[in-house]
Structures are given as structure tokens and as C-alpha cells.
């Protein structure tokens, strides 16, 4: 449904994206994910054909965005990050503007207009000015403007930013179900909104694809060892290299918290029973032990930033969430 | 409904939404009023004078107050018409919906069209009001039609031709204070440009000086001639102004 192919984006000297490739299927949901100033919006608008791109081809459901404009507009609905609303207008007569814009026939567009009401649940504030409608409530009608014509691609800016998490969860939930018949590009910097409504994400960092894959893959293929964490009452002096000396065990890091360990060890092998033994008959009196999955926050922060020792610095404090790095 | 009646009918709804267009047709009917009363009693003292020096007064109304008011106009069009054009896309640039509006499956010469003819819409509504003068006028008084529904005309394609320069100011900024002075300073030019070339008098450059003002055109046709020369002038400075938009709104996606 959408294809890219060797984007690159100049702003003068500065090059905000570079040759990236990526594509979306049919019914694909797929999560952009980066820092703040990575590209994730640049690419939105060249997909939408907002602005061209430097160099490299751009294709909407077989149409070029530089070629056919106006045929890869009329497939994609798409939510910018602010949403596009006039604060003069009602609920109700933005999108009959809207669905005017698109070429909508005046039935089609009563049918639209109220199914999306519907599923947005903004029928009560339908007559009344956006201008006086909260953050949440605009973003609603913001999603509401890129669903109304149905088109067979959504790229949504941030969908979720401003609502209160049950909003949250309805919208995830309404991404979830047009996926299927919808394709849909959506960015966040929320990790787990990406782990629980895409079936692929792409990291994008500094104007490049640093990784593209599912969510459980990615974890999966940066995850060099296993790692354990360890907290004892009571460690003595020789804890480290006690503990070091246990078959299996690769590298042992302290926390900043006094009594945590995190242990590192070889692929596949589970030491946590040797472990256990070794802490209880040292009686350093063993208060936790468990193993430590990457989560994807972990995987994004060691992708996007380049200095190995700050990314395992990361996954430390992701071990400790209410202690300093080590 | 075409997507050029979709944007007019969303352009009038924010303007009549707003209090801007109220205000500024307020004070544009109050002040077109007073000169009218003002010109009127003048003319009636001068027929007074000349009844008493005479005995007969045969005064010109055209020349008396339809010229004089069709000249004030002018400048007051000058002033209030940046007001009225200012918000059209430096509003939607400020607002992020310029972006929506570049994506939407329409082209931008639809966008200019639409933008302009909104404004230009609301204008011709202020403009019509200000006929009710020379109707009631003509109840008591007898004076030439001619002149004045060529002033008019002068009167509708100067103002089509300000609102153009306005619809680029607009475009060139998202600052509605900048794009009402950037137009307003365009449109001075425009008017001083005539005396620029008076000054040079009959060269050739003073001459395509002075054509390239608005001046003697309007001049023209507020003294009743139709010359196909004045209505090229206003139709391809008013073609140019929104040909010069579609750039600027076009060049804005390359930033």
C-alpha cells in the first residue's frame, strides 16, 4: 500500500532523512518510533504530499506522491500532529467542510459524518465550537476529519497525545479494528502504544531506519544475553566476585541501589537455581530474583543513542526505576 | 458542491463568526455615509449661493458628490480592505491547518480561488450596502446613472485588484498583523507609483509608470469611461496578484 524508496529530505544544509526505505502492506498497522526531531513527521509529509522529497519516490497505493498528488491525497487520511480544526466552526460543520473538501456527496457524507461521531463518541459536542471543546475533544475531531472519507491509508501524527488514558485505550482500540481493512502509519514516542497496537515498528533516529521489525523480534534480536536481577538483604564484601565465579554468569553490575545486582549471562542458560543456592548458603539473605526481558523501551533507547556505555547504563535504570544509574 | 463553494461557504461562516467583519462594515458604512451627508450639504449650500446670486440653481450632483465620494472611497477601501484579507492564510498557517488544507485532495489554485472569492463575496455585501445612498438620492434629486454605476464598476475592480494584493500578503506570512501592513505598503506604492510618474511626465517610463498605478484607471472610470484599456489593467493586475499567491502557497511546501 505504501511503498518508500530512498527518501532523503535537505533542509538547506541540514539532511533530515537519508535514503530510507520502508513499506507498509495492506492492512498493516505500522509504528514510527524515534526521538523528538528524527523524521517521523518529515516522512508523514511527504507521504501525504504536504512536501516533496529531495531525492527518492514515494508511492500511495500505486500512485507517485510527486506525480499524483491529488490521487494519493484522496487515499489517505491523515491527522498532522496539531489537529487541523477551526476553532470557529462547530463539531458538525467542520466535518461537513471536511467531507465538502474530499468530494463527498451530501449522502455519503451524512452517513460519514454520523458513524464517526459515533465512534469517536462526540456526539454530544457536536453543535457546539471546537474553539471551546478541551484538548482531548479536538483530537477526537481531528481523527474523526481523517477517518470521514474512509480512505484505505491513515497516517496519524501522535493519535494519542492529550487524551486521558481511557481515551487512550478507546483509540488503540480503534486502530486495532481498522487494521485489516486499513493501512495504517502511526507515530509516537510512547513505547508500549507501539507494542500494543502495531504489528511492526520501525526506529527511526537522526534521519535514518536503525531497525524495522515486530515488536517481539526486535527485543528478541538485541537481546545478547540474558540478564538477571538479584536484590540481598545483606551482601558481604565478596558478593561480586562470588557471584562472578558461578558458571554461566558473564558480568556482574552493581546498582546504585545498595544490594541489587544485575547479573549478565550466556544465551540460554539459566542460572538463576545456581544462584539461589549460592545466595542462600552465603546467607546474604536473597530477597529477589528474577529474570529481565528487554522491553522495547530498552531496545529503543540502545538503538537511538550511539554511546554503548549509556545504553547499558539505560537498561540498568530500567532494573531500578526509582534508583540513579550506577 | 465543488470544493471552491466549500471553502467560500467555510471562509463566510468565519468570517461572520468573527466580529472583524462587523466592525469593519460598520465603520466603512459610517464613514462612507458622513462624506456622502458632508458632499451633499455642500452641494446644497453651493445651489443656495447660486439660487441667490442667480436666481437659478442647475447644479451637477455627479460632479459634486458622486466624484468626490468615489475618490474617498478609494482610500478608505486602501485602509479597511488588509483588515478583511489579512486573516485568510496567515490565520491558517498560525493555526497548523494549512497543512490540512495542502493535504486535502484539492489543488491550490482551488485554495486562492476560494480564499479570494470568500473575501471578495463580503465585500461586494459592503459595497451594496453603500448603494442605498444614491437610491435614496435619486428620489429627490435628478442626477446622470451612468457615471455613477461606472463608478461602481471602477469601485468593484479596484476593490477585487486591493483584495488580490491582500490574498498575497496574507500568503507570504503567518503574522495577520504583518500581512495588513505588508499589504497596506503594497497597495501605497501602487497609488504613489502615479505620482512618480507625473513627475517624469511623458517619457516613456513615466508613462508605463503611471500605468502600472491604479490611478488614472480608476480616474476613468469614475468620470463614466469604459475603456478596454482600464479593465485589462484591473482583470491582469487581479490575475497576476492571485498567480503570484499560488506561488507563495505552492513555495511554502518546500520549506
Known amino acids: 500500500m505504501i511503498e518508500v524508496q530512498q527518501i532523503t529530505k535537505r533542509y538547506g544544509q541540514h539532511t533530515a532523512l537519508d535514503r530510507i526505505n520502508f513499506s507498509v502492506a495492506k492492512g498493516e498497522v505500522l509504528a514510527f518510533l524515534g526521538p523528538n526531531g528524527a523524521g517521523k513527521t518529515t516522512t508523514m509529509r511527504i507521504l501525504t504530499c504536504f512536501m516533496p522529497a529531495t531525492e527518492g519516490t514515494a508511492r500511495v497505493a500505486g500512485f507517485d506522491c510527486a506525480d499524483q498528488p491529488i490521487e494519493?491525497?484522496?487515499?489517505?487520511?491523515?491527522?498532522?500532529?496539531?489537529?487541523?480544526v477551526y476553532?470557529?466552526?462547530?463539531?458538525?460543520?467542520?466535518?461537513?467542510?471536511?467531507?465538502?473538501?474530499?468530494?463527498?456527496?451530501?449522502?455519503?457524507?451524512?452517513?460519514?459524518?454520523?458513524?464517526?461521531i459515533e465512534r469517536l463518541g462526540l456526539g454530544t459536542v457536536q453543535h457546539r465550537l471546537i474553539g471551546n471543546l478541551s484538548r482531548g475533544y479536538r483530537q477526537r475531531v481531528g481523527l474523526a476529519q481523517a477517518l470521514l472519507h474512509d480512505p484505505p491509508v491513515l497516517i496519524l501524527d501522535e493519535p494519542t497525545v492529550?487524551?486521558?488514558?481511557?481515551?487512550?485505550?478507546?483509540?488503540?482500540e480503534l486502530i486495532k479494528n481498522l487494521a485489516g481493512s486499513h493501512s495504517v502509519i502511526l507515530s509516537t514516542h510512547i513505547l508500549p502504544e507501539a507494542t500494543a497496537v502495531c504489528q511492526r515498528v520501525v526506529i527511526?533516529?537522526?534521519?535514518?531506519?536503525?531497525?524495522?521489525?515486530?515488536?517481539?523480534?526486535?527485543?528478541?534480536r538485541l537481546r545478547q544475553s540474558e540478564k538477571i536481577s538479584l536484590t540481598l538483604k545483606s551482601p558481604a564484601a565478596d558478593t561480586d566476585s562470588r557471584l562472578k565465579a558461578v558458571q554461566g554468569i558473564q558480568n556482574v553490575f552493581t546498582s546504585s541501589t545498595p544490594g541489587t545486582f544485575l547479573l549478565e549471562c550466556e544465551l540460554g542458560r539459566d542460572v538463576r537455581e545456581e544462584v539461589a543456592r549460592v545466595a542462600v548458603t552465603s546467607e546474604w539473605g536473597l530477597l529477589e530474583l528474577k529474570t529481565v526481558s528487554m522491553t522495547l523501551e530498552d531496545v529503543f533507547l540502545q538503538l537511538t543513542r550511539h554511546d554503548e556505555g549509556l545504553a547499558q547504563d539505560a537498561v540498568v535504570a530500567s532494573v531500578e526505576p526509582t534508583g540513579q544509574p550506577a | 458542491m465543488t470544493p471552491v463553494r466549500a471553502i467560500i461557504a467555510k471562509e463566510l461562516r468565519s468570517y461572520f463568526v468573527s466580529p472583524v467583519v462587523y466592525v469593519v462594515g460598520a465603520v466603512f458604512l459610517l464613514i462612507v455615509g458622513l462624506l456622502a451627508y458632508l458632499y451633499i450639504v455642500f452641494a446644497g449650500a453651493q445651489a443656495i449661493q447660486l439660487m441667490q446670486m442667480q436666481g437659478t440653481a442647475q447644479i451637477n450632483l455627479n460632479d459634486l458628490v458622486f466624484r468626490n465620494l468615489f475618490s474617498s472611497i478609494r482610500f478608505i477601501l486602501l485602509i479597511i480592505l488588509p483588515i478583511l484579507t489579512m486573516r485568510l492564510f496567515a490565520e491558517e498557517r498560525k493555526l497548523r491547518t494549512f497543512e490540512f488544507l495542502l493535504t486535502s485532495p484539492i489543488g491550490i489554485n482551488e485554495i486562492v480561488a476560494g480564499k479570494f472569492l470568500s473575501v471578495f463575496l463580503?465585500?461586494?455585501?459592503?459595497?451594496?450596502?453603500?448603494?442605498l445612498m444614491p437610491l435614496v438620492l435619486a428620489l429627490f434629486s435628478d442626477f446622470d446613472w451612468y457615471p455613477v454605476l461606472t463608478g461602481y464598476l471602477g469601485l468593484i475592480l479596484l476593490?477585487?485588484?486591493?483584495?488580490?494584493?491582500?490574498?498575497?500578503?496574507?500568503?507570504?506570512?503567518?503574522?495577520?498583523?504583518?500581512?495588513?501592513?505588508?499589504?497596506?505598503?503594497?497597495?501605497?506604492?501602487l497609488w504613489l507609483l502615479a505620482g512618480v510618474g507625473s513627475l517624469l511626465e511623458d517619457t516613456a517610463i513615466g508613462q508605463t509608470v503611471s500605468y502600472v498605478s491604479f490611478m488614472e484607471h480608476y480616474e476613468h472610470l469614475v468620470r463614466g469611461l469604459i475603456d478596454t484599456k482600464d479593465l485589462?489593467?484591473?482583470?491582469?493586475?487581479?490575475?497576476?496578484?492571485?498567480?503570484?499567491?499560488?506561488?507563495?502557497?505552492?513555495?511554502?511546501?518546500?520549506?
Open chain 1, 204 to 220: 527511526i533516529s537522526g534521519g535514518r531506519i536503525v531497525a524495522e521489525d515486530t515488536p517481539e523480534q526486535l527485543s528478541a
Open chain 2, 232 to 255: 485589462v489593467y484591473f482583470l491582469s493586475g487581479l490575475a497576476l496578484m492571485l498567480f503570484f499567491s499560488h506561488r507563495v502557497v505552492d513555495s511554502t511546501r518546500w520549506k
Open chain 2, 159 to 189: 476593490g477585487a485588484l486591493f483584495l488580490s494584493v491582500g490574498v498575497l500578503a496574507s500568503a507570504l506570512t503567518e503574522n495577520q498583523i504583518i500581512a495588513a501592513f505588508v499589504s497596506f505598503g503594497l497597495l501605497l506604492v
Open chain 1, 87 to 116: 476553532q470557529e466552526l462547530t463539531v458538525a460543520e467542520y466535518l461537513t467542510f471536511v467531507g465538502r473538501l474530499r468530494g463527498l456527496s451530501r449522502k455519503t457524507l451524512t452517513a460519514s459524518m454520523q458513524r464517526e
Open chain 2, 122 to 131: 463580503v465585500f461586494l455585501g459592503l459595497l451594496g450596502l453603500t448603494g
Open chain 1, 162 to 172: 492529550g487524551l486521558d488514558p481511557k481515551q487512550i485505550i478507546e483509540i488503540r
Open chain 1, 72 to 84: 494519493v491525497k484522496r487515499r489517505i487520511g491523515y491527522l498532522p500532529e496539531t489537529p487541523p
